[in-house]
Nanobody, 126 residues
Framework: QVQLVESGGGLVQAGESLRLSCVAS????????MAWFRQTPGKEEREFVA?????????FYADSVKGRFTISRDYTKNTAWLQMNSLKPEDTAVYYC??????????????????WGQGTQVTVSS
């Protein structure tokens, strides 16, 4: 089992930045990739944001955040981050960290991921 704990959410104004953190514990050696998803009220599916392999390769982003968000990780600290710049009101959501033990590059479906954090709220005011 892998446990994930997110932090770093908050309330910011449009154009500002936030950095989300995700700390992993447990059987982290079994992880192949990590990702960030987000979900807004009323939506059943979580929206893919970004993913990266646990070894640090192959970052992949949703078109809606490309050029503004950066995903990174440090396996020595069992931590992944999502740096979010130039935030927009439409980025408002609960952000979730996810991990997968399946070897699949660029996985963008929530069904591709096996472990999830509890989520952290990001609110961007206009």
């Amino acid at each position: 089992q892998v446990q994930l704990v997110e932090s770093g959410g908050g309330l910011v104004q449009a154009g500002e930045s936030l950095r989300l953190s995700c700390v992993a514990s447990g059987r982290t050696f079994s992880m192949y990739s990590m990702a960030w998803f987000r979900q807004t009220p009323g939506k059943e599916e979580r929206e893919f944001v970004a993913t990266i392999t646990w070894s640090g390769g192959s970052p992949f982003y949703a078109d809606s955040v490309k050029g503004r968000f950066t995903i990174s990780r440090d396996y020595t600290k069992n931590t992944a981050w999502l740096q979010m710049n130039s935030l927009k009101p439409e980025d408002t959501a609960v952000y979730y960290c996810a991990a997968s033990y399946t070897m699949k590059l660029g996985a963008t479906s929530q069904r591709d991921y096996n472990y999830w954090g509890q989520g952290t709220q990001v609110t961007v005011s206009s």
